[in-house]
């Protein structure tokens, strides 16, 4: 059987991993699915790592576990784009459709891991994954649901009226003032708890809800869950 390893940006998608998403694949197959971090969560810097420092994690883990699928859950909305800590395809991806966007990167990450692992490795053991625009914006899958789980029943008109300026969450743009969770805190008129509510919220909307709204997150399951068939 296999085991999946989900390199994750920080705490909130280690939660989202550890609380909801290991038990749905673990009852489609696998032996095991656990979540790292490869951001900077944790020392105060914020951010994501440079790619060539994620990608000898990545490396790592699947040479140590021949077992082992790997793949990645990062905000497209964060990544680094230049520099020696650009991650490949972020600087290149077309202003054209988010799920468009997240492909280019998410095709350039396997294509530079596949290449640096040499001809023996087998492509299907890396499944990039890059959240449009960061992961706030699947809880724009339920906005009644999503205020609940915040116990702010009343913002839930707050949030309907940004969710219904885009065909779908993942459309909720990337910009410094309006990327998904600014508008959540702009919308409670104060911090956004990210790792706490971010999980509390994606357990009340729950995973049918998220795969339904989020054709990119579907897609990413959909192949997650076709390697073990």
Excluded at 118 to 127: I, L, M, Y
Aim: proline share 6%.
């Amino acid at each position: 059987m296999m085991r999946l390893l989900v390199h994750v940006e920080g705490q909130t998608e280690e939660n989202f991993v550890n609380d909801v998403l290991r038990d749905h694949l673990v009852s489609k197959g696998y032996e095991a699915v656990s979540a790292r971090i490869v951001g900077n969560a944790g020392v105060g810097r914020g951010g994501i790592r440079s790619w060539p420092s994620v990608r000898r994690e990545i490396m790592n883990s699947l040479k140590s576990d021949p077992g082992c699928i790997a793949t990645t859950m990062v905000d497209y909305y964060g990544l680094p784009q230049d520099g020696e800590k650009a991650w490949p395809g972020r600087a290149d991806a077309p202003q054209v459709k988010p799920i468009e966007r997240a492909a280019c990167v998410e095709d350039a990450l396997a294509a530079n891991l596949i290449a640096t692992m040499g001809r023996r490795f087998d492509p299907r053991r890396f499944v990039p994954f890059v959240v449009m625009h960061e992961f706030e914006a699947l809880l724009f899958s339920d906005c009644a649901a999503l205020s609940r789980a915040i116990g702010r029943p009343d913002l839930e008109s707050g949030f309907r009226a940004i969710r219904s300026q885009f065909a779908t969450p993942e459309e909720i743009d990337d910009s410094v003032q309006t990327a998904p969770s600014k508008r959540i805190g702009a919308v409670l008129k104060s911090d956004y708890e990210k790792p706490v509510l971010g999980v509390l919220a994606v357990l009340e909307i729950g995973l049918p809800r998220i795969r339904a709204e989020c054709p990119h997150f579907a897609d990413w399951l959909n192949r997650l869950e076709s390697l073990v068939v």
